[in-house]
């Protein structure tokens, strides 16, 4: 995928906010050895490319777009662009383009629901736990609703 290069926007680890969405740009994800591009227009992905930096596999549009991951690990940066240079970089990367626009909220961070102590005790018929078992318990099950 040809992109220009110049600093982005917004380097962030991990947790994607709305706020970190460019109106028109793309986004880099790097996530142990995939890198993938997304070129966004409006909140919707317009265009994915994706990497596998160990096989040098290069996929395109929703082949990419299946390959895409977001861990508290990845490292994503953000370009703002402006129309000129947005209508380049769509024209030239053809093989990129997604047949349908896709929504971006699949990359947003996801917030944790409230755990509530005896809903989970009861779930897992605990009577009188010690501290550690809480504390094991609820470690163990927050990542499961969306939470860290």
């Known amino acids: 995928m040809w992109l220009p290069s110049e600093d982005p926007e917004h380097t962030i680890r991990g947790n994607l906010k709305r706020s970190h969405i460019p109106e028109m740009g793309y986004m880099k994800i ?4 995939n890198e993938s591009l997304l070129l966004i227009k409006d909140e919707k992905i317009i ?16 082949k990419a777009m ?17 129309d000129n240079m947005f209508s380049t970089i769509f024209d030239l990367n053809e ?7 896709t929504g971006i909220d699949f990359l947003l961070e996801k917030k944790a629901k409230d755990v509530n102590r005896d809903d989970v005790l009861s779930k897992y018929k605990i009577r009188d736990p010690s501290e550690d078992d809480i504390d ?13």
């Open 136 to 148: 094991n318990l609820l470690n163990g099950y927050k990542p499961k609703i969306g939470g860290r």
């Open 47 to 62: 265009a994915a490319w994706n990497l596998n930096a160990k096989s040098l596999e290069e996929t395109h549009e929703n």
């Open 95 to 101: 093989e990129c383009k997604l047949p349908l626009p």
């Open 30 to 33: 790097l996530e142990g050895a």
């Open 66 to 82: 299946n390959l895409i991951n977001i861990s508290p690990e990845s490292r994503i940066e953000v370009y703002q662009l402006d």
